[in-house]
T-cell receptor, first 113, second 114 residues
């Protein structure tokens, strides 16, 4: 198993550009989520999904869109990038019935200039 | 809403010594889970240890153990016999029993001195 994969690892955008951060998992996990990590603030939840076709907002959803058309993929879309979205983004997944383990991807470092 | 507080932005420990990282949380729920994650310079998030709120016994994983004080809402991590590879950012995290989302603290940067 590859686990949770994220692409790209690094990205630089100009203000106003759009892009999609990709996240995929091959563990047949129902639950997937996106977090952003900023210095001094830990990880904050952006959006999450409990299964294909079902998504919901987390703590900091503004400026981001998600969709879940398959169990494996959970892309995060930035429609019009802003400097405030400069951050490290993590995707995570887990089994619906799992009490414990969430598996994290390696992260994407995004810089918006 | 639940909050997780890590009041020590940075800590250092001498190799082979013991260090304790602090974490407090606020919740009105009775069913929840607590976690410590390690993030080395590679950025990978690694689960170190977990504690179920309904268990009175403190969790232990090799050199890592927790001091879970439910009434005080405190969840500290003790690292014994510290090794250079323990140097990392450590995050305390909370999860409600009815959800999968994690609420993280702001992290503690641990330096291990040779």
């Amino acid at each position: 198993n590859a686990g949770v994969t994220q692409t790209p690892k690094f990205q630089v955008l100009k203000t106003g550009q759009s892009m999609t951060l990709q996240c995929a998992q091959d563990m047949n996990h129902e639950y997937m989520s996106w977090y952003r990590q900023d210095p001094g603030m830990g990880l904050r939840l952006i959006h999450y999904s409990v299964g294909a076709g079902i998504t919901d907002q987390g703590e900091v959803p503004n400026g981001y869109n998600v969709s879940r058309s398959t169990t494996e993929d959970f892309p995060l879309r930035l429609l019009s990038a802003a400097p405030s979205q400069t951050s490290v983004y993590f995707c995570a997944s887990s089994l619906r019935d799992s009490l414990y383990e969430q598996y994290f991807g390696p992260g994407t470092r995004l810089t918006v200039t | 809403a639940q909050t997780v507080t890590q009041s020590q932005p940075e800590m250092s420990v001498q190799e082979a010594e013991t260090v304790t990282l602090s974490c407090t949380y606020d919740t009105s729920e009775s069913d929840y889970y607590l976690f410590w994650y390690k993030q080395p310079p590679s950025r990978q998030m690694i689960l170190v240890i977990r504690q179920e709120a309904y268990k009175q016994q403190n969790a232990t994983e090799n050199r890592f153990s927790v001091n879970f004080q439910k009434a005080a809402k405190s969840f500290s991590l003790k690292i014994s016999d510290s090794q250079l590879g323990d140097a990392a950012m450590y995050f305390c995290a909370y999860r409600s029993g009815s959800a999968r989302q994690l609420t993280f603290g702001s992290g503690t940067q641990l330096t291990v001195l040779p």
